[in-house]
């Protein structure tokens, strides 16, 4: 732990190579020294075979290393003689990069094409601003001939005064932030995460793991299993057990405790692991000062300043309000809801996305009179059919829908838990304003980036000014080499937990393990857990048709019913399974929709078979599973182009 505590010159990682001070290294991109250095672009030229265009990429990949950092070793975790030399630039106080080639994807090949490019046999390889200086011996002849110092005050006499307190500081510790912190210390780094909740207007406030765990993913799918035990105690009936109906009832605070117990038992063990992989976590507010230098402010106000060579932003988004009267001193939003200390009674839920939809389920589920209130569509960006037949089930289920209208005002009319609050609203269509009376008005229109208050200005960081999202590229660096972002504050990213997860981790191995793969944001499957699920992989039907034209996508559809729902009989037919294929790609695969109960489970197996090319052929081919739902999609035959029947009438 901390044995590469930065001393010294940040190492950035888009810096330019820099000019030589001593003619006495080769400089591995300007010429062969002798045939012993080799350079990338030579070997490009020179080679025609596959193989040896191979090899030059991976040269051009030892040379970015090479380029991009100050001090490069090339070493192997298990090598005594590497570990020496990093012990030595420790000593110096000096950072450096390492690539571990036992641990790095490729390594065997890297390390033949570190051979090509430099003629050393045998790890450690040393480079000092872009200067070969050699493998263990030479760096220490070097050493002690002061010729490495020279090279490192090429930049200055301050070049070794300078301190970082980190290697890497990450600002959120939710889904993203948190996973890339664990995956930094694996390769030594001394790492830090701020994590600090800014209290809700209604001053709700919780532990450490970020949204998912406290106000998202977590009491959402708990809450949602609260709602589908009330559909099962009802079909259970039908399959034999008796109950008197006065015995059922449902109590909020005992759920509520319920899930925020489990949800404790989660921030606890998230310190324990961060405790444990030796990442320094602070409850505090992180803000940039100024270049490589964060501003720590506790919930008592104290302030410390700590300095990192690199930052990872992973603040992700808090709930928008609608900033009319009335809204942030009556209004609750879903940062509110999982934790309130009382069951919410009549509510009206505002806004008709994800959490809209999802929280609007489950409270009905639990017995609640639940009014959504939608402004335009269902589930924007979703395959509307999808999103249309959602809300067709969440409205034969109990749940009110007031479409095309805007709350304008909310007022409280009673006070209590819950009170009674009057909402006027407009229509967007025209100009008819209408009332109603909930106990409880839940916002869900929307998130907003927390990237205005972090200073991001200070160390010209730039976002979209209009969403206040982080742009950056495929590698989620932003325009400012040493800071990085991830999760939800990324733009036009999706928002989702494990998609910040996997760009976190696969960040910190690129940054530290000389790992190339980068996060793939293509076919991500999503969830959503209205009453009736909603699992989705690839194009919605709309957006294929935009892309490939109607003659090119031959869609394959289906009405099913589950066989537990065929005793209770109930919802016949209304559970939806569709695929979307590409005619012109050998039909493969590239929108997956299910509409029915475990949508999340079923998603997730099609999901990794759309990821390695499922074409329709594959499909039919594939053997069902009976009597489960996702058999259907074995044995999809009617296209929607033929306006064949889809009802199933039976197994
Ligand atoms: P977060 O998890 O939001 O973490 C950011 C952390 O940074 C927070 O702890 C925040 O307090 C902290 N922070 C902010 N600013 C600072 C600062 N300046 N200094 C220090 N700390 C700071 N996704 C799914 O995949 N599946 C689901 O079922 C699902 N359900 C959801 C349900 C709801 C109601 C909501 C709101 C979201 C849901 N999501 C779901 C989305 C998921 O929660 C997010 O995509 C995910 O949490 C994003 O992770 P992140 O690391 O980007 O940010
Ligand atoms: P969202 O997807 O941005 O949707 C916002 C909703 O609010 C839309 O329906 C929008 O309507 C409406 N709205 C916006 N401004 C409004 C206004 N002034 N008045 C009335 N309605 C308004 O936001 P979200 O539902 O909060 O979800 C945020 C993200 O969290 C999602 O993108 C998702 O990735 C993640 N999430 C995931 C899950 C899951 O995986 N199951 C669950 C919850 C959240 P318009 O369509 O008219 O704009």
Not at 186 to 213: A, E, H, I, N, Q
Not at 439 to 456: F, H, Q, W
Not at 571 to 588: G, H, L, P
Not at 612 to 637: M, R, W, Y
Request: one cysteine or more; aromatic letters at 8%.
């Amino acid at each position: 732990m901390g044995s590469s505590v930065r001393k010294g010159r940040a190492v950035q990682q888009a810096e330019p190579p820099r000019r030589a001070a001593k003619e006495d290294f080769h400089q591995v991109t300007q010429n062969t020294n002798n045939g012993r250095a080799i350079t990338a672009s030579r070997t490009e030229d020179s080679t025609k075979s596959s193989t040896k265009s191979k090899d030059a990429e991976l040269i051009l990949q030892i040379q970015s290393y090479i380029d991009k950092n100050t001090v490069v070793i090339f070493s192997n975790t298990t090598c005594s003689l590497s570990t020496e030399v990093k012990e030595l630039f420790k000593s110096m106080k000096v950072p450096y990069f390492s690539l571990e080639l036992d641990q790095t994807e490729n390594g065997q090949k890297l390390q033949e094409a570190l051979y090509q490019l430099t003629l050393e046999t045998s790890v450690p390889v040393v480079f000092v601003q872009q200067q070969q200086i050699g493998d263990y011996s030479k760096t220490l002849k070097a050493h002690e001939e002061g010729k490495l110092q020279k090279l490192l005050e090429m930049n200055g006499p301050n070049h070794l005064q300078e301190s970082y307190d980190y290697d890497l500081i990450v600002i959120g510790g939710g889904s993203g932030g948190l996973a890339a912190a664990k995956e930094a210390v694996k390769y030594d780094k001394k790492v830090m995460v701020l994590d600090y909740v800014t209290p809700t207007p209604l001053g709700t406030s919780w532990g450490l793991g970020g949204t998912c765990v406290n106000v998202g993913c977590i009491p959402k799918k708990l809450m949602h299993q609260a709602a589908l035990l009330g559909q099962a105690l009802k079909d259970s009936r039908k399959f034999g057990w008796q109950f008197t109906e006065e015995a059922v009832k449902h109590s909020w605070e005992t759920m509520t405790e319920a899930v925020q117990n489990y949800i404790g038992s989660l921030n606890w063990g998230y310190r324990v692991a961060l405790r444990d992989n030796k990442v320094t976590y602070e409850n505090a507010y992180g803000e940039f000062v100024g270049p490589h230098t964060i501003k720590a402010t506790n919930a008592k106000g104290k302030e410390k300043l700590y300095t990192a060579e690199k930052f990872i932003i992973a603040t992700g988004e808090r709930p928008r309000y609608l900033n009319i009267p009335g809204d942030k001193e009556y209004c609750i939003s879903s940062d509110d809801l999982f934790s309130l200390p009382y069951c919410p009674g009549k509510t009206l839920v505002v806004g008709a996305s994800y959490v809209a939809l999802e929280c609007a389920g489950f409270l009905a589920g639990i017995g609640l009179d639940v009014t959504v209130m939608v402004r335009s569509i269902l589930l924007r960006g979703f395959d509307q059919e999808m999103a249309n037949k959602i809300g067709e089930y969440m409205e034969e289920h109990g749940i009110k829908f007031i479409k095309q209208f805007v709350p304008t005002k909310v007022e409280q009319i009673e006070e209590g838990t819950p009170g009674k609050l009057k909402v006027i609203a407009k229509s967007t269509t025209g100009s008819q304003t209408i009332e109603g009376e909930y106990n409880t008005v839940l916002l869900a229109v929307g998130r907003d980036a927390c990237t205005r208050k972090i200073g991001l200005d200070k160390v010209g960081v730039k976002i979209n000014k209009i969403s206040g999202k982080i742009p950056a590229n495929d590698e989620e660096q932003t325009n400012v080499p040493y800071i990085y972002a991830i999760g939800d504050v990324l733009e036009d990213k999706l928002e989702l937990t494990p998609v910040a997860i996997q760009a976190g981790r696969l960040l910190t191995q690129r940054l530290y393990a000389g790992a190339t793969l980068k996060c793939d944001y293509v076919n991500v499957p999503t969830t959503v857990f209205t009453p009736m699920e909603y699992g989705a992989c690839g194009f919605s039907e709309e957006r294929a048709l935009e892309k490939f034209g109607e003659d090119n996508i031959e869609v394959y559809h289906s009405f099913f019913w589950p066989l537990e729902w065929t005793v209770p009989g109930r919802d016949n037919n209304k559970c939806y399974a569709k695929i979307i294929c590409n005619i012109q790609d050998n039909k493969r695969v590239i929108g997956f929709h299910v509409l029915g109960p475990n949508a999340g489970e079923v998603t997730q197996g099609f999901a990794a078979a759309i990821k390695c090319g499922l074409t329709k052929e594959q499909l039919d081919s594939t053997i069902g599973i009976h009597p489960v739902c996702a058999e259907i999609f074995t044995t999809l035959s009617v296209t929607k182009r033929s306006g064949g029947n889809i009802i199933q009438s039976g197994c």
